[in-house]
């Protein structure tokens, strides 16, 4: 089975402060995908890498940088946290056709 | 531009009886499509995808999905319906000659009734 896991399922932080949320898979696949999920709005993409240090923009990138110097993880960078990016964080790998997701990260921004 | 709509927020069944969950798409070539699901507090997790051949896709849990081309539609249907089965559903689409990126519906929350 496919093993997606995220560093934190919950996390609450301070606005300004830099946040770091990390993501391993275990089965060697090349693509990686970092999301944030609102309610009513769905999965919206963040930032997606296709190789290791490649990195493309998704939907919403403003204010979030990621990281990918290992194949297996894929890092999301909050610089300087707002309480607008209070949400669920989502990772996910893929090699063809379907994504496998970890179990999510709540980040609250106070 | 591609898109995804799921056009009902909720749906309610009662257990025993049949569900669908409606889904349509647009993309300008073949699309590649998948459903997934959502319980509280966790991950999504997938559930069937329509790819080629047989527009009858059977998928995890007695769900399937019928993708339908003159409708754009791959609405997910189940014969007869758990409470276990209530969570939140979630519709994408991937045209074949995309890259990688899934065009997400807004999801629909299944409410199984006993």
């Known amino acids: 089975d496919v093993k997606v896991t995220q560093s934190s399922r919950y996390l609450v932080k301070r606005t300004g402060e830099k946040v770091f949320l990390e993501c391993v898979q275990d089965m060697d696949h090349e693509n990686m995908f970092w999301y944030r999920q609102d309610p009513g709005l769905g999965l919206r993409l963040i930032y997606f890498?296709?190789?290791?240090?490649?990195?493309e923009k998704g939907d919403i990138p403003e204010g979030y940088s990621v990281s990918r110097e290992k194949k297996e993880r894929f890092s999301l960078i909050l610089e300087s946290a707002s309480t607008n990016q209070t949400s669920m964080y989502l990772c996910?790998?893929?090699?063809?056709?379907?994504?496998?997701f970890g179990p999510g990260t709540r980040l609250t921004v106070t | 531009a591609q898109s995804v709509a799921q056009p009902e927020d909720q749906v309610n069944v009662a257990e025993g009886n049949p569900l669908t969950v409606k889904c349509t798409y647009s993309v300008s070539g073949n699309p590649y499509l998948f459903w997934y699901v959502q319980y509280p507090n966790r991950g999504l997790q997938f559930l069937l995808k329509y790819i080629t051949g047989d527009n009858l896709v059977k998928g995890s849990y007695g769900f399937e999905a019928e993708f339908n081309k003159s409708q754009t539609s791959f609405h997910l249907k189940k014969p007869s319906a758990l409470v276990s089965d209530s969570a939140l559903y979630f519709c994408a689409v991937r045209d074949e000659d995309s890259n990688y990126q899934l065009i997400w519906g807004a999801g629909t929350k299944l409410i199984i009734k006993p």
């Open positions: 996910a790998s893929s090699w063809r056709y379907e994504q496998y």
């Open positions: 890498s296709y190789d290791v240090k490649m990195k």
